[in-house]
């Protein structure tokens, strides 16, 4: 059973970093991709960063480029997130997902982690 597990959550000021967590295990077929979704209170989820395992390519909203940097650490099977320059409007739900075909589209990623919350306030 697949399992992704996120930490590194919690409150900061703005203008404060954090660095997010994904610790994956119980798969069997090759990561395809891997990336961080945000859920903010009365707003839909959408995409913060993704990482293709083979090339490497990293794709970004562009709310964050420049200050966020998703990495992964193969033999650990983790993946990270490091959120630079936070600000009040980077306050959501975190959450790690994993596909072994897609990260983008309907129906994709398939695997989800349970999410970790992140507070940025002023």
């Known amino acids: 059973q697949v399992q992704l597990v996120e930490s590194g959550g919690g409150s900061v000021q703005t203008g404060g970093s954090l660095r997010l967590s994904c610790a994956a295990s119980?798969?069997?077929?090759?990561?395809?991709?891997m990336g961080w979704f945000r859920q903010a209170p009365g707003k839909g989820r959408e995409m913060v960063a993704i990482?293709?395992?083979?090339?490497?390519?990293?794709v970004y909203n562009d709310s964050v480029k420049g200050r966020f940097t998703i990495s992964r650490d193969n033999p650990k099977n983790t993946l990270y997130l490091q959120m630079n320059s936070l600000q009040d409007e980077d306050t959501a739900m975190y959450y790690c997902?994993?596909?072994?075909?897609?990260?983008?589209?309907?129906?994709?990623?398939?695997?989800w982690g349970q999410g970790t919350q992140v507070t940025v306030s002023s």
């Open positions: 990482i293709y395992i083979r090339t490497g390519m990293t």
């Open positions: 119980g798969y069997s077929y090759r990561t395809a991709c």
């Open positions: 997902a994993r596909d072994e075909t897609s990260c983008r589209g309907v129906g994709y990623p398939r695997y």
